[in-house]
């Protein structure tokens, strides 16, 4: 079994919004199992984008993959798993298909950040480029959107 990874205290708060994400993967294989209208799945997987994995991406790609560099291809795969996600997210035609990719796609993308690309940011970054990033990313406690709570 792998060992918890040491996240850096700058970090944590990215590392928290990953955790969100991963329980909306959750939620959108709880609705399949459930048999929910795919547009039900949708309207949320909408507002979660829309409210949290957003900001979360813009965070990242000004704060934290700067830390590497654009030109490092860690950063290049996150990026381009951004736009990916991004297309699948707000893509209209194919509802299902887009949700289904989403949620094994999202958590291919968040395991790949917590084990892989953020170790090596916490290697190489400096004390004060984390400070910067501290300085310009403010937590919000996560707040759920209980509308419809579809997976229950």
């Known amino acids: 079994m792998n060992s918890p990874i040491k996240r850096h205290q700058s970090l944590q708060p990215l590392s928290r919004e990953h955790h969100h994400s991963l329980l909306l993967c959750w939620k959108i294989r709880a609705g399949f199992i459930k048999e929910v209208d795919v547009n039900r799945i949708k309207r949320y997987a909408d507002w979660f984008f829309n409210t949290h994995i957003e900001p979360h991406f813009e965070a990242e790609e000004k704060f934290i993959f700067p830390i590497l560099g654009m030109d490092d291809d860690l950063v290049k795969k ?3 798993q951004h ?3 991004f297309r699948l997210f707000t893509n209209t035609d194919e509802i299902e298909k887009s949700l289904s ?3 094994e796609e999202l958590e291919q993308h968040i395991r790949f950040e917590e084990r892989v690309l953020f170790n090596k940011i916490q290697q190489i ?3 004060g480029q984390l400070e910067v990033f501290n300085n310009h ?9 209980t509308e419809d709570e579809f997976w229950k």
């Open 78 to 80: 996150a990026t381009a």
């Open 83 to 85: 736009r990916r996600l």
């Open 101 to 103: 990719l989403i949620e």
């Open 125 to 127: 970054a400096s004390a």
């Open 137 to 145: 990313h403010t937590e919000h406690k996560f707040r759920e959107n």
